[in-house]
């Protein structure tokens, strides 16, 4: 799951139902303010090779200042890679409690020992555990629109059920003090399969530990190296950069909605095996969610693409939304998709899907048939990990830019 579709504060109370939630709401994007101002008068992030023992000649420099962290993170993969999640813990003494770092959506939400039969699986958070546990009292319940796994959101499929509480939350032995969290009281079925507790959110305002490390002094960015499963060594940075995983520079490009929750980009132009059409010029905002494993767009771009891949890609109407083709005809079926950017400085980059995304594996009700990684989605359009995990992504909330380097 990543992205955040809609949340209803349920129950009236002293503390106002958080507003975070509502500003990841895509039709509210246009009405919340652009805080231009974040895209210039910061310094350049550091870039950190974190095997140095060297502390960074900046962190020398500001006394209070807290050097960058890396959480190793696991893959949750099911036939294809779907989500990466690492180790946080909450509470004194610590629980470990595995989330997934989502750039999709905003707030801390995990499992609670309140969750009775719908979290048997995950591992649950005790509070009366916890003696710097502060419960808000605050429910309220929160839907996102792209799940775990690769089949379109129906409905409230995936919904939590939360209640507002605060605690501390380590981060990579980075500690913040009275971070806002949410503790989930009961959740929809689909969410029984995840090996992880709960959901992180990265979004592109600080929030939570987050803000708290950098009311701290660490630098307001961090960073992504999410690889296909089989070559592992996946990490979040919090703070920094580790240049150890990528050779070449970062291109950044500017997040086209700042000022909001929202990592997007403007892409003026798709192609596919280097051809491309009218209708794949057409410039559109792409959110970019690292919670989401397969792509989003509108029908037509959906369709636009598939034919330049194969006629034999066909909408599989027993789950709306999805295509496939037989499975048999993948491995010789070229597939590049290039997704144009343009960078900080105004000049094009295209971030690259290779021919291997273009299967997601066999579907349920059809085992010779295998779904295609793009589910048409009217209404939003993004891309996850098939996209991410082939660059080192930074996410600079300071200067409200995303960076990739090829890997
Ligand atoms: C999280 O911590 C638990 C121990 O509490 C450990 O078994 C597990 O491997 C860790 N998970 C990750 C993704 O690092
Ligand atoms: C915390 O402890 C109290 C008193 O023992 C108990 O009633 C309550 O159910 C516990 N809460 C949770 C979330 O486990
Ligand atoms: C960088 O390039 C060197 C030399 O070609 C190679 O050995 C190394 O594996 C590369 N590192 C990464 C992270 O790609
Ligand atoms: C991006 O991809 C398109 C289509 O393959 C290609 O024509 C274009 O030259 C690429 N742009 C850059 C900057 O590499
Ligand atoms: C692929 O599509 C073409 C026509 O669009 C059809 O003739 C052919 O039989 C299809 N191949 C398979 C394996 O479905």
Redesign the pocket.
């Known amino acids: 799951m990543g992205f955040i579709r809609d949340n209803l504060p349920k129950v009236a109370s002293p503390s106002p139902p958080r507003m975070l939630y509502s500003l990841s709401l895509p039709l509210l994007l246009v009405s919340t303010c652009h805080a231009a101002a974040l895209n210039s008068h910061h310094p350049t992030p550091h870039v950190i090779k974190l095997q140095s023992r060297v502390a960074p000649r900046e962190a020398t420099l500001r006394r209070r200042a807290l050097n960058p962290t890396t959480v190793p993170l696991a893959d949750f993969f099911l036939g294809t890679d779907l989500q990466w999640y690492g180790n946080i813990s909450v509470g004194t003494p610590p629980q470990d409690i595995s989330v997934v770092f989502d750039t999709g959506s905003s707030t801390l939400e995990f499992a ?3 969750c009775k039969s719908s979290c048997d699986n995950q591992v649950r958070f ?3 555990k916890s003696s710097t546990f502060v419960d808000k009292k605050t429910t309220s319940s929160i839907t996102f629109s792209t799940g775990v796994g690769v089949d379109p959101v129906i409905g409230e499929n995936y919904r939590l059920e939360l209640r507002a509480a605060e605690d501390t939350v380590t981060v990579g032995g980075l500690v913040a003090k009275n971070v806002a969290l949410n503790l989930i009281t009961s959740q929809t079925a689909k969410f029984a399969i995840n090996p992880f507790s709960g959901i992180q959110g990265m979004s592109a305002q600080a929030e939570g530990f987050f803000a708290g490390l950098i009311a701290q002094g660490l630098p307001s960015l961090f960073s992504l190296y999410v690889t296909p499963n089989a070559i592992g060594g996946a990490e979040l940075t919090v703070g920094g950069i580790d240049s150890s995983k990528f050779n070449g520079t970062l291109t950044y490009a500017p997040n086209s909605t700042p000022g909001t929750a929202d990592w997007t980009l403007t892409s003026p132009m798709i192609a596919v095996n280097g051809k491309t059409t009218p209708l794949l010029r057409r410039s559109r905002d792409v959110f970019f969610d690292s919670g989401t494993s397969n792509i989003l767009f509108s029908t037509d771009t959906t369709e636009a693409i598939y034919a330049l891949i194969s006629p034999n890609i066909t909408a599989h109407a027993s789950e709306p939304g999805t295509y496939g083709i037989a499975c048999s005809l993948i491995p010789t079926l070229p597939a590049v998709i290039d997704l144009g950017f343009v960078d900080t400085n105004g000049k094009a980059f295209n971030l690259t899907i290779p021919s291997s995304e273009l299967s997601v594996g066999p579907f349920a009700d059809a085992p010779e048939t295998c779904q295609t990684l793009i589910n048409a989605f009217d209404g939003l359009e993004l891309v996850g990990g098939s996209v991410l995990k082939h660059y080192y992504s930074v996410w600079d909330v300071g200067k409200q830019r995303i960076g990739f380097a090829a890997i």
């Open positions: 609670s020992t309140m005790d509070q009366n």
